[in-house]
């Protein structure tokens, strides 16, 4: 039950514990500079990396995750910061309640902030900015039906058709990225972003599809948390390209991949991995409607049972991943630390639940393959999987500009694909298990599964946190999904350039610009 109560923001962590031993430049709070490890004030000159692709534009509505991520984050301030699993912490908002069930949530907005026009950041431009974002294209999947008001300079509500305690989640992401209304209803949306951020964007100095170059907002509430008094965002889209730019020293960091880990090594440069994704099928069709047999729990246990998740960890994914029998983030709140594999390896086992379902003989299916996608090595593994079941796995191959509309059209029983795994896994819940969800493609609907969505979105901490341990190890009893790993992806960087000791990001598929010291 919601209390209404004003939440301030507390450190998860004192100085001098945990936080300074992940950051160098020690323990740094509200607008005070950032220190170095000997405690002088740290600044740097260059920030230099890698993207991977070219931004998608400046629309604060258009925000992409990832390394594309960077460059919206050294503009726009967002309403909230979340760390990598999702717990919340000030920026444009410096306090919040949720009322009336946890369908209405209040922000109290930071005093003294400007946009990089001059204009206030106040309730009215927060407001004007959320309202833009409600109707943006992500907006209609993240905040359908929201309505926004500011009954004052110093407040903005958010109100929701139905309880979303989570809302504030999504205020750390794209959807919560503030632009200036000036700007936003200038209509030229790709050209000079204006936002409030910790750097402004040097157009003189920069070429769209190329080069973006951005220079300090000193002005910055939170300047101290960004060391770097410029920040440089190269495209390089070849792989081999971005390898060489950090061997080379033209960039300090990029994403990269397993396959590149050894040359990174002897080139002396180091890696961070993340874990942001879990790797498996998706079995869709849970009720039936489309291949019977997997309407009956026993086929789906059967299914889970009958791949060698260590050594698909090992071998298909050169030991760069883990086992798993859970689809949530290790140490997110729906995440079972205890939970034992009820599904090991185990093919005699798995033949038995097909036999005593009726179904020893097997059956065929269609598993939809995208190609581009990563997916050559493991689709193989996936059908030779289902066949030791005499489950006959009919590839079908999707190309054109429809092709992943096409595999979520609820017509494929089972689908291999690498998920996201949030850290906030009420996102995950949202996203994956629900009848609404996108990755619930058969929209299979269940009442303990509806009962206990219920209890999350009417509650907050360990009331929330148990109903999301209950749903997920429920939704584990009746294998609606069969995980293999968590995959690992990684961070390419240069130690002699930067301190880069952890990924804050909520998805992580790339660290924060602050991480990088």
């Known amino acids: 039950m919601s209390t209404g109560r004003r939440r301030t923001f507390v450190p998860l962590v004192s100085c001098g514990t945990l936080l300074a ?67 919340i912490s000030p920026n444009i908002a410096q306090s919040y309640e949720f009322t009336d069930n946890n369908t209405k949530l ?30 943006a294209p992500g907006g209609k999947s993240t905040l359908p ?48 972003p204006v936002g409030s951020g910790p750097y402004v964007y040097d157009q003189a100095h920069s070429t769209p599809g190329s080069v973006y170059v951005f220079t300090k907002n000193h002005d910055n509430w939170d300047a101290g948390r960004y060391p770097y008094e410029k920040v440089t965002l190269k495209v390089l889209t070849d792989r081999t390209a971005r390898l060489n730019a950090l061997k080379t020293g033209q960039i300090a960091g990029a994403i990269t991949d397993a396959s590149t ?8 440069l180091n890696t961070l991995e993340q874990h942001g994704q879990w790797a498996g099928l998706l079995i869709e069709d849970r009720a039936g409607k489309i291949v019977p047999a997997l309407g009956d729990v026993r086929v789906r246990q059967a299914i889970n049972m009958v ?10 994914y050169q030991g760069q991943a883990e086992p798993t029998a859970q689809i949530f983030r290790k140490n997110s709140a729906a995440w079972i630390p205890d939970l034992k594999d009820p599904y090991p390896y185990d093919l005699a086992a798995a033949k038995k639940l097909m036999a005593d379902a009726g179904y020893a003989d097997g059956f065929s299916l269609e598993i939809p393959y995208l190609a581009g996608f990563g997916l050559d090595s493991a689709m ?16 079908v191959t999707l190309s054109g500009a429809n092709a992943l509309l096409d595999m979520l059209s609820g017509k494929y029983p089972v689908i291999f694909w690498p998920l996201g795994n949030h850290g906030d896994s009420r996102l995950t819940i949202d996203g994956s298990v629900l009848p609404t969800s996108v990755w619930n493609t058969g929209k299979t609907s269940d009442p303990t599964v509806d009962q206990l969505w219920n209890t999350v979105l009417t509650s907050q901490g360990e009331a929330s946190a148990a109903a999301q341990k209950a749903l997920n190890k429920h939704i584990v009893d009746q294998a609606w999904f069969a995980p293999w790993v968590y995959m690992n992806s990684f961070v390419g960087y240069d130690p002699k350039k930067v301190v880069l000791q952890k990924s804050s990001d909520l998805n992580q598929l790339a660290p924060q610009l602050s991480d990088f010291r």
């Not at 927060?126 to 974002?133: D, G, I, N, R």
């Open 106 to 135: 209040t922000l109290h907005i930071r005093s003294g902030m400007k946009f990089s026009d001059g204009t206030p950041v106040d309730g009215p431009a927060v407001k004007s900015a959320l309202e833009y974002q409600v109707n």
């Open 307 to 316: 791949f060698d998740k260590a050594a698909i960890a090992q071998k298909l």
């Open 380 to 395: 193989p593994v996936a059908v030779q999987g289902l066949k030791e079941l005499n489950i006959e796995a009919k590839q």
């Open 21 to 87: 031993a992940l950051l160098v430049s020690g323990c740094t709070g509200g607008s005070t500079g950032s220190t170095s490890a000997t405690g002088s004030t740290a600044s740097k000159d260059d920030l230099v990396l890698g993207l991977e692709a070219d931004i998608p534009g400046w629309d604060p509505g258009k925000i992409l995750p990832g390394s594309v991520g960077w460059a919206p984050q050294a503009v726009y301030d967002t309403v909230f910061n979340c760390d990598e699993l999702g717990n």
């Open 261 to 268: 880990l050894g040359q990174l090594k002897s080139s002396g």
């Open 145 to 192: 039906g929201v309505t926004v008001s500011s009954p004052d300079a110093s407040t903005v509500v958010m109100t929701t058709p139905t309880p979303k305690p989570y809302l504030t989640t999504y205020m750390c992401m794209g959807s919560g990225a503030v632009a200036s209304p000036k700007y936003l209803a200038s209509g030229n949306l790709d050209q000079a």
